[in-house]
């Protein structure tokens, strides 16, 4: 009976070995699907421009978050458009001419791409972002924005990067306060 008993089990182990394994998809779905859901929640929250490693932004603490725009960038050498280089800088400071006419043109072409504009893009002029490395001449930034302006461009942002502002202490609050009311009484 032992032989027998042995026997059986040994025939039920190879019957099992002789099956197809299947794939338990469940839990593996379920991470699948926390996973998408976290990426989708995460993912809206950040705006993210271009990075050019070319280009130092300058600090600042601005709360407002900059909208999606067409960007230019500048840097000490290049002009570029939405990711197009369209002119050397050192050219367009040796110009007489405000406007830079590559750029007028690009812009040109971007604001063909979408002709109908909102009623708040009539009013306050198209959306560009200026990405300006902190160490170009504001003469050369002047006339990139005096072309974006003339270009129907004139709602413009200045790219900058954002500094947490650390909060300051009551200790600190309370001396301007005091300073402030000796100096207006």
Known sequence: MKNNSHNKRRQRHKARLKKNST??????????????????????DVEVLEA????????????????????????????IVQGKKVADVE????SDQVEIAALAEELA??????????EEEQERGRSVTVMGDKDVPYQLLKRVMTTCAKADFR?????????????PDPESLQTLQSLSERESG
């Open 23 to 44: 794939l338990q998809l469940t839990a593996l779905m379920d991470i699948f699907t926390i996973l998408v859901f976290f990426l989708l929640v995460n993912s809206s």
């Open 52 to 79: 050019n490693k070319d280009i130092k932004l300058p600090d600042s603490v601005a709360e407002e978050k900059p909208e999606e725009t067409v960007v230019v960038m500048v840097n000490n050498t290049d002009l």
């Open 91 to 94: 050219l367009v400071l040796q």
């Open 109 to 118: 072409y971007h604001a063909a791409k979408r002709p109908e504009l909102s």
């Open 155 to 167: 709602d413009i942002a200045l790219a900058v990067n954002k500094l947490e502002v650390p909060e």
